[in-house]
Every structure is written in C-alpha cells, then in structure tokens.
C-alpha cells in the first residue's frame, strides 16, 4: 500500500501516524495512502513536491526584498501546520537571520518530524504543540511571513476556511509581510478543464479577494501547481512596517 516497509506506527486521538521507508525515500502517512511528507535519505535538503518548491521559493524572494530598519534582526515565520517538517528543515539552512514558530497539532507528529525526517532541534525553530485555530486568536506578536499548511488525512478542515480564521490570520502579518496558502483544486474528469478549487479552497480565495478589493495595501497571486492537485495563494501586505516590528499591525481592519 505504502511501498516500502513501516518503520514506525502509532496512533493518536486523530488517527494513525507510519513512517515508512525504502531504499530511497522515508514518508509520513496518516490515514490514507496520501504522502504528508517525503524524506530522500540521500539528499535531505531536496524538496519531493513542487507545491513546496513555489512556497519555498515565494518566501526566500520576499525575504530578500524586504527592508528592515535593525539589519540584524530575525526574519520571523510562523508555519501552521508539520507534518515532517521538510519546509522548516530547507528554511533553516537557506535562509538567514531565521525564527520560526512551528503550530502543530499532534504531539506524536511534531515527535516524528524530530526522530525521523531531521528537523533540526535548534533555538532558530520553536515548536509548539496547539491547536492552530487557538494560536492565531491568542498571539500578541506579528511575523513576516505566515506559511499556512493545514492538511487532516481528508483534506483542509473546514474551521481553517472560516472568515474568523483568515482575520485573525491577517493580524499575526507583518508590513510589508507575505502569506502563503497550501490550497487543493479537485480532480477533474476531463483533464483539459481548468483546476476547480474545493469548496474550502474556495472560501478561502473568496474571503482573499473580497479583501483585496477593499485595501490597497494587500495584493494576491494564484499559483496551480502543475504535477499535483495543489494551489498555493500568495497574500502580501504593502504597507509600511510599523515602528515596532514584533507588535500586530491594526491598521487593517477585514
């Protein structure tokens, strides 16, 4: 089913966890045959999905242009969501002056990322076990860049496409600041149909766009990623960085 042999089960309250390697490669599944992670025990720093590649590389471009008045001080990224930690991992050796806050669910996973797919257990990557919905209504500081990863073993949870979510979302960005969205389109039938996005995909891009329209300092860009059912939506904020930096911008009001 997996191709290749569980090295690694376990289960929590949300389901079953296997990590499952073979000569090559080493990946995270939850329950279904959908990879979550891919790890290449040769090339750790290699990227399996393409999805990541356009997240990751939206992120290094937008950290190389933005001004910061203390040249010294961190890039802050707060990623929500795991799974094995490959962004984070390719984050923390390529990109300079990094802190990043990782939000992740499950225990078990955030404990898999470390013992099986090299997440580096360094100060520059705090991680913490939290109900992503909870921390975005909670925290008091501000980010650079927000990555959102939110995947269960059956898609986007409908909580992460409400309009509550995605303001309190708005409120842990920086200014300039940039956020990125790991959408899904469904599967079509005939292959030459535009990519349909999923119903939460879509309240998603709608909440987005209805913001856009009413705030010049927000711009967005789609992105359908070509080798999966994968959409990433880029979301950036224009405006001038407040004079503290770590405080929440409430210039914006959703």
């Not at 990590?19 to 959908?34: G, H, I, Q, W």
């Not at 040249?71 to 990623?79: A, H, I, N, T």
């Not at 209504?137 to 939110?150: C, Q, S």
Request: glycine residues 4%.
């Amino acid at each position: 089913m997996y191709n290749g042999f569980t090295i690694f089960s376990t289960e929590d309250e949300f389901g079953p966890i296997k990590v499952v390697e073979n000569r090559a490669t080493r990946k995270l599944y939850f329950d279904s045959p959908v990879e979550q992670s891919c790890f290449y025990l040769n090339a750790p720093m290699t990227l399996n999905f393409e999805y990541q590649q356009k997240i990751i590389d939206l992120l290094l471009k937008f950290a190389d242009q933005v001004p910061f008045s203390e040249p010294q001080r961190p890039f802050r990224v707060l990623m929500l969501g795991l799974g094995g930690g490959s962004m984070a991992h390719h984050l923390y050796h390529t990109l300079p002056n990094l802190q990043m806050t990782v939000v992740e669910l499950r225990q078990a996973v955030i404990d898999c990322a470390y013992r099986f797919f090299q997440l580096p257990d360094e100060p520059e990557i705090e991680t913490l076990q939290v109900d992503a919905l909870a921390f975005v209504a909670d925290n008091e500081f501000a980010y650079d860049a927000v990555i959102v990863d939110l995947f269960d073993s059956h898609g986007i949870p409908a909580e992460f496409s409400e309009a509550d979510f995605q303001r309190n979302l708005l409120k842990q960005l920086n200014a300039p600041g940039l956020l990125l969205f790991n959408l899904w389109n469904k599967q079509n039938e005939n292959s030459q149909n535009k990519p349909t996005p999923t119903k939460e995909s879509g309240q998603v891009l709608n909440h987005w766009q209805t913001l856009v329209c009413r705030h010049k300092s927000l711009k967005q860009t789609r992105y359908n990623i070509s080798s999966s059912d994968n959409l990433i939506l880029a979301v950036e904020q224009t405006e001038q960085a407040c004079s503290n930096p770590f405080k929440r911008n409430s210039k914006l009001t959703p």
